[in-house]
């Protein structure tokens, strides 16, 4: 698999954004592409306050290439996909970017829950898919969970993971079950608080415990 230079980033919103924020700052050429040009400024200002505190802000900023237009993505080594959570929204997604970026080129999701081998159905490289599921907000947060489809190669996971790696993270390997691992604990959790306060304890006491 050839040496990972360039990331294309679709989606520009929170999680994309900051995944793109991190390829610039790691030295990364980076293609940021959204269908709504106002998300596109509305990244670059929350990049350029963010790394403008940091010495590399100047490369990050000039590394960093933004687009409303897919085909732009066409020279990109892995494409993250950050779009809104709609199983059907990727799929037409995925199946576009499989028409347009290289043959070599990882296709990876920031899906929270949606099935990575439903995804790469969706294409005619489904080796070459895999979940990259950053957690909010990306530069910030430490843990990257990599999730492996049902035909995801070693060699796509072991690409992703680099980069994962390269970007300062801690990374955690998930079979391609709902809610992967954080998600799939988490949420009963979450669920489990809100019968905790209609019958046993107040907000204050949940909290304090
Ligand atoms: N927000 C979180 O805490 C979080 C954490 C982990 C994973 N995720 C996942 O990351 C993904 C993105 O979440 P977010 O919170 O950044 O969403 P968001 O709403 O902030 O951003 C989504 C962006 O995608 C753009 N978009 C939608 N459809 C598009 C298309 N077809 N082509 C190009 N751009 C398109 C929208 O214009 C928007 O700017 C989702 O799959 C979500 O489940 C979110």
Redesign the pocket.
């Known amino acids: 698999m050839a040496e990972i230079k360039c990331v294309g980033v679709?989606?520009?919103?929170?999680?994309?954004?900051g995944i793109a924020q991190l390829a610039a700052t790691n030295g990364l050429d980076v293609w940021l592409?959204?269908?709504?040009r106002d998300?596109l400024s509305r990244?670059t200002a929350a990049i350029s306050s963010s790394v403008n505190r940091f010495e590399v802000g100047d490369d990050a900023m000039r590394r960093l290439r933004l687009t409303s237009n897919?085909q732009d993505l066409r020279s990109a080594d892995i494409i993250v996909?950050?779009?809104?959570?709609s199983e059907d929204?990727?799929k037409?997604?995925f199946k576009d970017l499989d028409g347009i970026a290289k043959s070599s080129a990882i296709l990876a999701?920031?899906?929270?829950?949606?099935s990575i081998t439903r995804l790469a159905s969706a294409t005619q490289r489904p080796s070459q898919v895999i979940g990259m599921?950053?957690?909010?907000p990306p530069p910030i947060m430490k843990l990257v969970e990599i999730i492996r489809g049902a035909d995801t190669s070693e060699e796509t996971f072991i690409a992703t993971k680099s980069l994962a790696e390269r970007f300062g993270k801690i990374t955690v390997c998930s079979q391609d079950y709902a809610g992967f691992i954080v998600n799939r604990i988490l949420m009963p959790m979450i669920n489990e608080a809100f019968h905790t306060l209609h019958r046993v304890a107040t907000k204050e006491d949940i909290d304090s415990g």
């Open positions: 679709v989606g520009a919103g929170q999680m994309g954004s592409m959204d269908a709504d998300a990244a897919l996909e950050a779009i809104l959570e929204i990727k037409k997604l999701s920031n899906t929270s829950s949606i599921h950053f957690m909010n």
